[in-house]
């Protein structure tokens, strides 16, 4: 592979203006399409799939649960009079319709009068619809003579009253009081009894606060614009409080929350970041000496997310904007790639060799987090899906731009001597050999084992909002006015249609009713005694035709007419009323109750394409609320809203799902691992290390109380990124090493280091942060980014050291799997094994990239090599030219106890392959890189050819007893005329022997 990326650079190398030219057509190209994606902000796709989630979905997209914009007008002292706060609020009123028109729909709280008279009339006009069944139990009472009279007489004191012109027409036309029962309904649509009307306007009975409502035109998400809105309110408010002297007014809404959040994001954002990029910059210029250096290492990144985003656009055509926020936020990950290819150039300026160390270990690294990314797929959330889409993609392309990029832009000083920064000191030291670290890691995820299944997961998304303490307690002095100190809890009825929402909405009215009169709710504010659907209207109307009967109207006509007469009242006074008895009554629609008056029922009703909702509002204790919501789970057509239990509900199977994620990337990033590494036992070295790094990492935050939530649960993910990189990164510095005996730990160790310089930087630097989910997401990354670079630093290389080249230097083959089940010697003593020796020479190549091809060769060469053998004699030296990889030393080291072998290899790689066998340093083999340097021997084998005849012509003449040749052309008449004669010729192979 790495060959292919070295192809592409040195074409690119050769042709810059091409180069240049074709790079920026691509991105063009793709910033064209990335900019064609539509971007979703619906915040219910974080909601996981299933039945009950796509129903909530669909109720929360057409629902308008976001708390209005509250304004209070209080007065400061007893001695202002409620008609000064209806000044101050009339005045407000106009100010805000002048001057904020933009930013406000409508402003409630005012009642006009004729509104009043509007909604009497409908209830009048449609009274049986009003009227419940216990009402015609008070109806009932009403018909005696005894309360008639009552009722009349009270009617009759009230028109001789100063202001009998008003109640005239209300009393000619029900003298008894029924539109009253009907009345009463409406005073369910608020929730709360501590408001009344003065002067049109909702003030609290003691006539000290005025409340008003303001329906913004923008969503609490368009922070620039209600920033606009709120300074400008604050403005007309301020003005009014230095006018009105004794009154004053404040607001509140969640507007305000967001607007906090949001400028504290900004706020936190500016000091930790700025300073963090700051030394980030500095850093990165110090160490690579280059000041460009910081854009080359966003440049794979940045094209690698347009790109992603591009092929989104194309085979998706839309995206959570939430997923791609979150995304960016991971795409940190991919500049690790960048900084390790600079760092191995910048210690390497060998481009060849730069490719063949760094190709494998980026395309792996990316690989697996590719995949560890793409198991967010598996997750029922649109969101996370998309996201783990986005990463996936992103995090694979930024590491193929990075290998193809890098390298031809980064241009590392040309000097032989390399500064030393205290970078390059700090990963030279090989941590594995501090005991006390080891211990301390092991001691660490030994008392890990105890606690990481113990993190909590909070699915309280309110824990993560930012609430100034000034904010916090306008919201609490206004619940205290309306009288919600306790929990407040939405009840959604829901339907294909508005018809069927109000059917469902009626049932859930008699059960909040029963639970009001049991005490197990404080109030409820509803329109199911007002509005109902048309089946319950029209069983209504059933009701009040069939309780009229002829009998009963005839005789309460009688005792009115006679009882009236008692009063001066004329028989034909009360026609109005009985023409009301005797009126057939038709259901009513939904536009009739818009129609009628204030009632504000775009505040209870809202309706979408297939699915309409009516939401009531139920205010409870806070002990009993998780009882109340219980009790509707699994209620067809019914959802209880509680935003605290909402989350609990369908966010709090997220800790499992992301634990069922971590153990599908831990599978899916092994077969990975399996795949490239093509061995069992590596692939288990690399991805032990992660599994010790996550539960260490649950450990610590169990101990210290840390939480997960929705957002650093989703950036755990970024750290298990991290730790794969770390782990693959020290995995092929160890094999490396092992393979060609030349250690190059520092340079592996450097690139790390600075991977995990600039993540804390970047996402640990949040730690000053005062928004709390800053706050968390810094928290998880620094303990995960720190126990991710401990773990590999000090425990898996220690793994390694102690399987694996410890082993090495003590001549012994490393450790593998198959020496467990050959604890009884059965295999290795095997005749098989006494003959050829293949499982004592191979196991001299495990876990080396030469090791397929040294199987194959083995297989290919073992019977020459035991022909071969038979031609020499215990305690002979042994002089080998071109040692195929050192199999034929090995196999001979293996087959005589007391020879002395020397091996001639001419390509470097080989000879560094040969040298760092294990059976190297325990059996006494020799190795050279140059002719010149192998001693004359008694025996030669000639391996295959040899171009320079004259030099090893002469090492044969000095001191040789026997020549083997081997597969090779090599001329060898002259040994003839030496007195050497043939004594074997077969199979490619020839054997000289000198005659006494």
């Not at 129903?55 to 929360?60: A, D, G």
């Not at 954002?269 to 690579?288: H, M, N, S």
């Not at 270990?361 to 959330?381: E, N």
Request: aromatic share 12%.
């Amino acid at each position: 592979m790495h060959k292919a990326f070295l192809n592409i650079h040195n074409f690119l190398k050769n042709r810059r203006l091409f180069g240049i030219i074709l790079l920026f057509i691509y991105v063009v190209i793709t910033s064209v399409l990335a900019w064609s994606i539509s971007l979703e902000e619906d915040i219910t796709r974080l909601i996981p799939s299933g039945k009950k989630q796509d129903i909530l979905k669909k109720v929360l997209r057409v629902t308008d649960l976001s708390d209005k914009l509250i304004i209070t007008i209080s007065a400061s002292s007893d001695e202002t009079s409620p008609d000064s706060l209806v000044a101050y609020a009339h005045s407000l009123t106009e100010k805000i319709e002048k001057e904020l028109p933009q930013y406000v729909t409508q402003i409630k709280g005012k009642v006009p009068p004729r509104d009043i008279r509007q909604v009497y009339n409908f209830v009048y006009d449609n009274l049986p619809v009003f009227l419940q069944e216990n009402d015609y139990e008070e109806i009932s009472n009403r018909l005696y003579p005894d309360s008639i009279r009552d009722r009349l007489g009270s009617g009759y004191r009230q028109l001789m009253s100063p202001t009998g012109f008003v109640t005239k027409d209300y009393f000619l036309g029900d003298p008894l009081g029924f539109a009253n029962l009907g009345l009463a309904k409406l005073q369910e649509l608020q929730i709360g009894d501590n408001f009344g009307i003065y002067k049109n306007y909702l003030v609290t009975k003691d006539r000290k606060n005025i409340i008003l409502f303001l329906d913004s035109t923008l969503p609490s998400s368009e922070t620039d614009k209600n920033a606009d809105f709120i300074n400008g309110l604050e403005a007309i408010t301020g003005r009014l409080n230095t006018r009105f002297e004794g009154v004053e007014a404040s607001y509140f809404g969640g507007i305000l929350y967001s607007l906090a959040n949001a400028s504290r994001i900004k706020e936190d954002i500016k000091l930790t970041i700025g300073i963090a990029g700051i030394l980030l910059l500095t850093l990165l210029v110090f160490f690579y000496r280059k000041i460009y250096v910081p854009l080359l290492l966003f440049i794979p990144s940045l094209m690698a997310g347009i790109t992603a985003i591009a092929i989104l656009s194309v085979f998706k055509g839309s995206v959570s904007a939430i997923s791609l926020g979150i995304g960016a936020i991971l795409l940190g990950i991919t500049l690790d790639y960048a900084l390790h290819i600079m760092t191995h150039y910048r210690n390497n300026r060998d481009i060849d060799q730069l490719y063949r160390d760094i190709t494998r270990p980026v395309l792996m690294s990316s690989a697996t987090t590719a995949i560890a990314f793409l198991c967010l797929i598996f997750l029922k959330s649109e969101a996370l899906n998309d996201l783990g889409l986005f990463a996936s993609i992103s995090v694979m392309l930024s590491s193929v731009f990075a290998l193809i990029l890098v390298p031809l832009f980064y241009q590392p000083n040309t000097d032989v001597t390399r500064n030393t920064t205290f970078l390059d000191r700090i990963a030279a030291v090989d941590y594995s050999r501090i005991r006390p670290l080891v211990i301390i890691v092991i001691l660490l995820f030994a008392v890990s084992l105890f606690f990481f299944n113990r993190v909590e997961f909070n699915n309280d998304l309110s824990k993560l909002n930012y609430e100034p303490s000034g904010i916090k307690e306008l919201e609490e002095r206004v619940e205290s006015l309306a009288g919600r100190s306790g929990k407040t809890v939405y009840m959604v009825a829901y339907g294909n249609s508005v018809d069927d929402a109000l059917q469902e909405n009626n049932r859930l009215y008699q059960r909040l009713k029963e639970f009001e009169d049991e005490g197990r709710i404080r109030s409820f504010s509803s329109i199911g005694g007002v509005i109902l659907s048309t089946e319950t209207q029209n069983n209504r109307i059933e009701n009040w035709e069939s309780f009229w009967t002829s009998a009963r109207t005839d005789s309460l006509k009688e005792n009115i007419t006679v009882i009236s007469g008692e009063y001066g009242f004329r028989p034909q006074t009360f026609n109005t009323f009985y023409k009301q008895l005797e009126r057939d009554f038709s259901n009513i629609d939904l536009d009739d109750y818009k129609n009628a008056g204030s009632l504000y029922l775009d505040d209870f009703i809202s309706e979408g394409e297939d699915i309409a909702t009516v939401t009531s509002t139920v205010s409870l204790e806070e002990d009993g609320s998780s009882d109340f919501i219980s009790g509707f789970d699994g209620d067809n057509g019914i959802f209880a809203l509680d935003r605290k239990a909402m989350n609990q509900s369908f966010l709090g199977n997220l800790k499992e799902d992301f634990n069922m994620l971590i153990l599908i990337s831990m599978i899916a990033v092994f077969l990975v691992l399996l795949i490239c590494y093509r061995n069992l036992e590596i692939s288990i070295f690399t991805l032990l290390p992660i599994a010790i790094t996550w539960i260490i990492a649950l450990g610590i935050m169990a101990i210290l109380d840390i939480e997960f939530n929705i957002l650093n649960i989703i950036i755990s993910t970024f750290i298990f990124g991290l730790g794969l990189d770390y782990s693959i990164f020290i995995t092929n510095a160890c094999l490396d090493e092992y393979e060609t005996g030349k250690a190059d730990l520092q340079t592996y160790q450097t690139s790390i280091l600075i991977s995990v310089i600039t993540s804390l930087l970047g996402m640990g630097a949040l730690i000053f942060a005062r928004h709390p989910a800053l706050r968390s997401v810094s928290v998880v990354s620094i303990i995960g980014v720190i126990t991710a670079v401990f773990v590999s630093f000090v425990i898996q290389r220690a793994i390694f050291k102690r399987l694996i080249l410890k082993r090495v230097e003590e001549g012994k083959p490393p450790f593998h799997l198959g020496q467990l089940a050959d604890l009884n010697g059965r295999l290795s003593e095997s005749e098989g094994e006494k003959l050829y020796r293949k499982r004592a020479v191979l196991s001299n190549y495990r876990y080396k990239s030469v090791f397929q091809k040294v199987s194959r060769k083995f297989r290919y060469t073992r019977e020459k090599n035991l022909r071969l053998s038979r031609y020499i004699r215990e305690g002979e030296n042994i002089s080998i030219v071109n040692s195929e990889y050192g199999i034929i030393p090995l196999f001979l080291s293996y087959k005589f106890e007391n020879v002395r072998i020397h091996a001639y290899e001419s390509r470097d790689y080989r000879y560094r392959i040969s040298k760092s066998a294990p059976r190297t340093y325990d059996a006494g083999i020799v190795y050279y890189s140059s002719i010149s340097e192998l001693p004359a021997s008694e025996v030669f084998i000639i391996n295959g050819d040899f171009p320079d005849q004259e030099v090893l012509i002469k090492l044969i003449k000095e001191n040789a007893e026997k020549v083997i040749f081997v597969d090779s052309d090599f001329p060898n008449r002259w040994l003839l005329d030496l007195n050497f004669e043939i004594i074997y010729r077969q199979s490619n192979i020839l054997v000289f022997r000198k005659v006494d």
